[in-house]
Each structure stands twice: as structure tokens, then as C-alpha cells.
């Protein structure tokens, strides 16, 4: 086998790899299955999208895969180590962002686009095209999803 290929192999089966993928994977299938169960999805493509691709939501996908990079890192190299305390890094500040910014830009990307309904009905503007209201995360969502996180990451730690 080429170095090349086996490089790929052990990318591919690598613990701290599989531990990300698993992660966001599940967070994106339990955010699929509460919003089947309260109703907010309405067609099999909506289903895809949730769970492949939309933000936002119960358990936060962003934080469950930092979080398991961080754990599985942790277990691999130590929370000595220079990889784990880089890892930790970007781990505050994706929680920071999902909490924080992306929060505060959805909410006022909501309150702009009432604004712009609002002049649009008044025949002040033509015609308003709306702004993307990307969801943040409330305090709970982030805390699911790095709980979520942590036990995959803790699992595939211990089942190597």
C-alpha cells in the first residue's frame, strides 16, 4: 500500500476523527428527531437538510464536536500536551460564538426583517428581500451538545 493510502487509512479510523463525525452526526439526528416530534419539519427534503446541514437548535451539533475532539484528544496525548491545549482553544471559542455572536446577529437579523416586512406592506421600499436569521444557541443546547460530545468522545477514548 502507497504512504499516501495508508496516511488516508489511518485518518479515516483515527479515534479523535471518528469521535468528531459521530458526534456531529448524532447531534444532527437527535436536533432531526425533536424537530419531527414537535412538528417543524414538513417534508422528507426538510429532514435531509436538518439533519445534514441546518444551525441551530437542541443539542448544539458545534459544541458536541469540539467537545469530543477536546476528550479524545485528552486521552490520546494528555492535557499536557500542545495539541490538546490548541483543541481547548478552539473549543472556547466555538462555544463562544455558538452562545454569543451568532446569537445576537440572528436576533437582530429577525428584528431587520420585521422592519423590512414592515416598510415592504407600507409600499415605503419595492420589494425587501430578507436576511439569513442564523440560529445561536441558548445556554442549555450548548451544554446537550458538549455533554453529547464528551461521552463519544469518552467512548471511542476507551473502545479503541
Not at 52 to 64: D, I, K, Q, Y
Not at 96 to 124: F, H, P, T, Y
Request: hydrophobic letters at 50%.
Amino acid at each position: 500500500m502507497s504512504p499516501f493510502r495508508e496516511q488516508l487509512k489511518t485518518f479515516f479510523t483515527s479515534p479523535i476523527f471518528l469521535a468528531c463525525v459521530f458526534s456531529w452526526l448524532g447531534a444532527q439526528f437527535l436536533k432531526a428527531i425533536i424537530n419531527l416530534i414537535y412538528g417543524r419539519i414538513h417534508s422528507f427534503g426538510e429532514l435531509l437538510e436538518v439533519m445534514v446541514w441546518r444551525t441551530g437548535g437542541m443539542p448544539s451539533s458545534h459544541s458536541a464536536l469540539v467537545s469530543s475532539l477536546c476528550t479524545t484528544i485528552a486521552f490520546r496525548n494528555g492535557v499536557d500536551s500542545d495539541i490538546f491545549i490548541l483543541s481547548f482553544a478552539f473549543f472556547l471559542i466555538t462555544i463562544r460564538d455558538a452562545m454569543g455572536v451568532r446569537r445576537s446577529s440572528g436576533m437582530q437579523a429577525q428584528k431587520i426583517n420585521e422592519i423590512g416586512r414592515l416598510l415592504e406592506k407600507k409600499e415605503i421600499i419595492e420589494k425587501y428581500k430578507p436576511l439569513k436569521e442564523v440560529n445561536g444557541h441558548t445556554p442549555m443546547q450548548v451544554i446537550l451538545g458538549c455533554l453529547l460530545g464528551f461521552i463519544i468522545g469518552l467512548a471511542f477514548s476507551l473502545l479503541k
